[in-house]
């Protein structure tokens, strides 16, 4: 049959020969070898490709010998290739490799799809799969005594090809047992290769791990406040040099993991205390006035703030993170007062937008006169700045301003701050006690940023200071009389809060007498560009730049952008624009990204000035972007409803011909 076909080059009258048997005689006959008996293959720079193939090599080969050693006869060898088809490896007897050779299978002989014929490895190399091929199924006579079965090494995890292993024989000697073998081989070689990738990958992870924890522990020991790290039976996992210095504790840092956590702390607490305190994901806040276990910890004469938080690591387990400061620490961090004279004033709000000119005339209405003031809006958009110039603007500008963060006090120290103490009110106290900030706003404003995180058992108190003007210091009986305007703002919807149990209605009312909200950037319209030039200027002077504008595509892209951060993002975005900025205009490559893209979504917000036509023009453009409504175009035009009715009878604006 291949004598027939190799003879005139066609399949006519050839029957029982596989499919792919004869597309490899027809490879060997389309590149010019017109007999079976042809040119050796080519042999190509072996040392290149066993160092390319290290790998593979180091795998392979311990299981090709074990695999020769098994089949008990010198007439058989075993062969890998690479994945392009180069003999890397001949295992078997010296004379069956000298044989080999004679035929020009050698090791770096090329018999993938390079080579000058169609045999066994060409043929597992074409269709990836395992094949067998037997005496005159051969392309080349030179292979007629010859058996074998070959199979493709993959990678089991990116299904990519590896290499080939081959099974070969004298014929005589084979069975279809040759072809299992070469499989089971090349099966155990991609489970060995990716064993031990996956050894590499997991000790890779290990030494990266080992590079974090190391800066990890670096910058746990770098923290004052003090960090500790433990299981539910109190078993000590992590601790830093904070946590050992505040608690006293005798031991080095390296012998502290291991123990246990409770006989550092007083008597009084017990992991079954913390668990009960923290089950629903609550953070235990606990005051440590002295230890139970003085062989361990130092005399201590100041008051510990702890701070402990479940994490639940499993359905049933769960660790526990406590946090520690000092007393005078925490008052530091969590008060944010501002003693200064407030130095803002309804001047300095920027902005000509109908939206911020109603609220800074309602502003001035409730400055003038002394009813408690709520302002609300999103985070942002400048309440602390109103809250300054209603109290400059009132009859109490010459008298203190104070401002407290009501979410960033710990629940221990908020009525301590808010009314005051005592001497001796509790461990750990000022001996001389100290004023709330209620006293020290006396004659003031007082002003409770954030005032829907208040703990509500606290709305109790606060309440009944707002009803009565009096105040008594925690630890006293002495009510003190006090003269102050409250101002308070939030970023959350109060009436919901209500609903949800977590703010009191009657404190609301209280407390909302007069409301002042703030619109977002997105509703301010030509003031976005009135507050991106006043923050050029601004930062300009810090970072010592001459930017001089900002291009109308920024602009666009301005108006075009929802702002969440209100006037903060804003800011931040200028300042970051100036820094990157390389010519004398700010550009679109001088801002984020995500703002960029909107630059063609919108046209730029109303100038100030500009002449009517342009007027007319946006007004036209808003309409027939929003569809004829009247309210959505107001809101981009950053003008009242009852505004733009007017303009659109002043121009004799159809609207009806954009809805």
């Given at each position: 049959m291949r004598a027939k076909f190799f003879a005139s080059g066609s399949f006519d009258g050839i029957t029982d020969v596989r499919e792919e048997i004869l597309h490899g005689w027809k490879v060997s006959y389309d590149r010019g070898y017109r007999t079976p008996d042809f040119k050796k293959p080519v042999v190509t720079d072996l040392y290149l490709r066993t160092q390319k193939e290290e790998e593979?090599?180091?795998?392979?080969?311990?299981?090709?010998?074990?695999?020769?050693?098994?089949?008990?006869?010198?007439?058989?060898?075993?062969?890998?290739?690479?994945?392009?088809g180069v003999i890397l490896k001949l295992v078997g007897s010296d004379t069956m490799l000298k044989e080999l050779a004679a035929t020009g299978l050698i090791e770096g002989s090329n018999r993938g799809s390079d080579a000058p014929y169609g045999g066994l490895f060409h043929l597992v190399f074409t269709y990836k799969k395992p094949f067998i091929l037997v005496s005159t199924e051969h392309a080349s006579s030179i292979d007629d005594n010859l058996a074998g079965g070959a199979c493709p090494i993959v990678d089991p995890e990116t299904k990519e090809i590896l290499g080939f292993i081959a099974v070969s024989g004298?014929?005589?000697?084979?069975?279809?047992?040759?072809?299992?073998?070469?499989?089971?081989?090349?099966?155990?070689?991609?489970?060995?290769?990716?064993?031990?990738?996956?050894?590499?990958?997991?000790?890779?992870?290990?030494q990266s791990l080992k590079k974090v924890n190391s800066r990890l522990y670096t910058t746990l020991d770098s923290i004052k406040t003090g960090i500790i790290y433990c299981n539910e039976e109190g078993t000590v996992k992590v601790i830093n040099e904070g946590a050992v210095k505040l608690l006293g504790i005798k031991k080095d840092l390296k012998d502290v993991p291991g123990t246990n956590v409770c006989p550092y702390f007083d008597s009084k607490l017990s992991m079954d205390k913390i668990a009960a305190n923290t089950k629903n994901g609550e953070t235990y806040c606990y005051e440590l006035v002295s230890s139970g276990c003085p062989d361990?910890?130092?005399?201590?004469?100041?008051l510990l703030y702890c701070y402990i938080r479940r994490i639940n690591i499993g359905e049933k387990e769960q660790e526990y993170i406590i946090t520690l400061s000092k007393q005078t620490e925490a008052h530091l961090n969590a008060t944010k007062m501002i003693y200064a004279e407030p130095t803002f004033s309804f001047d300095d709000?920027?902005?000509?937008?109908?939206?911020?000119?109603?609220?800074?005339?309602?502003?001035?209405?409730?400055?003038?006169?002394?009813?408690?003031?709520?302002i609300t809006g999103e985070s942002g958009t400048g309440k602390e700045l109103f809250a300054q110039s209603i109290h400059n603007a009132s009859s109490r500008r010459n008298g203190p301003f104070v401002a407290i963060n009501c979410g960033a006090i710990p629940r221990t120290l908020i009525e301590s701050e808010l009314f005051g103490y005592e001497k001796g009110a509790f461990t750990g106290a000022d001996k001389k006690g100290h004023p709330g900030k209620f006293e020290l706003a006396n004659g003031g404003t007082l002003f409770l940023d954030e005032i829907g995180d208040m703990p509500y058992d606290v709305?109790?108190?606060?309440?009944?200071?707002?009803?009565?003007?009096?105040?008594?210091?925690?630890?006293?009986?002495?009510?003190?009389?006090?003269?102050?305007?409250?101002?308070?703002?939030?970023?959350?919807?109060?009436?919901?809060?209500?609903?949800?149990?977590?703010?009191?209605?009657?404190?609301?009312y209280r407390l909302n007498v007069f409301t002042i909200p703030l619109p977002p950037l997105r509703e301010r319209g030509r003031d976005i560009e009135e507050i991106a030039r006043y923050f050029l200027t601004v930062y300009n002077k810090i970072y010592n730049k001459h930017v001089a504008d900002i291009s109308e595509d920024v602009l666009r892209a301005f108006h075009a952008y929802r702002w969440p951060g209100n006037i903060r993002e804003l800011e931040n975005v200028m300042e970051r624009a100036v820094i990157l900025?390389?010519?004398?205009?700010?550009?679109?490559?001088?801002?984020?990204?995500?703002?960029?893209?909107?630059?063609?979504?919108?046209?730029?917000?109303?100038?100030?000035?500009?002449?009517?036509?342009?007027?007319?023009?946006?007004?036209?453009?808003?309409?027939?972007?929003?569809?004829?409504?009247?309210?959505?175009?107001?809101?981009?035009?950053?003008?009242?409803?009852?505004t733009l009715y007017k303009r659109v009878k002043e121009y004799g604006i159809d609207k009806r011909k954009f809805e």
């Open positions: 593979l090599l180091a795998i392979a080969v311990p299981y090709m010998e074990r695999l020769y050693t098994f089949l008990q006869n010198d007439t058989f060898w075993i062969t890998l290739l690479d994945r392009d004298h014929w005589w000697y084979s069975h279809l047992h040759t072809l299992g073998l070469a499989v089971i081989a090349a099966e155990a070689i991609s489970k060995q290769y990716a064993l031990e990738k996956a050894t590499k990958r997991l000790y890779a992870m290990s361990f910890v130092y005399k201590r004469n100041y709000i920027i902005g000509s937008s109908d939206a911020i000119r109603q609220v800074k005339t309602i502003a001035e209405l409730g400055a003038a006169h002394n009813p408690s003031i709520l709305q109790v108190t606060l309440l009944r200071v707002l009803q009565t003007q009096t105040v008594t210091r925690i630890g006293g009986t002495k009510p003190i009389q006090i003269d102050v305007r409250i101002v308070s703002a939030t970023n959350k919807d109060l009436r919901k809060c209500i609903e949800n149990h977590t703010f009191r209605e009657d404190l609301y900025c390389k010519r004398d205009y700010v550009t679109l490559i001088d801002i984020p990204d995500a703002i960029g893209r909107r630059a063609d979504k919108a046209a730029p917000p109303l100038a100030v000035g500009w002449p009517l036509r342009h007027e007319r023009e946006q007004i036209e453009s808003a309409l027939k972007e929003h569809k004829g409504n009247m309210s959505h175009a107001a809101k981009e035009l950053g003008m009242s409803r009852p």
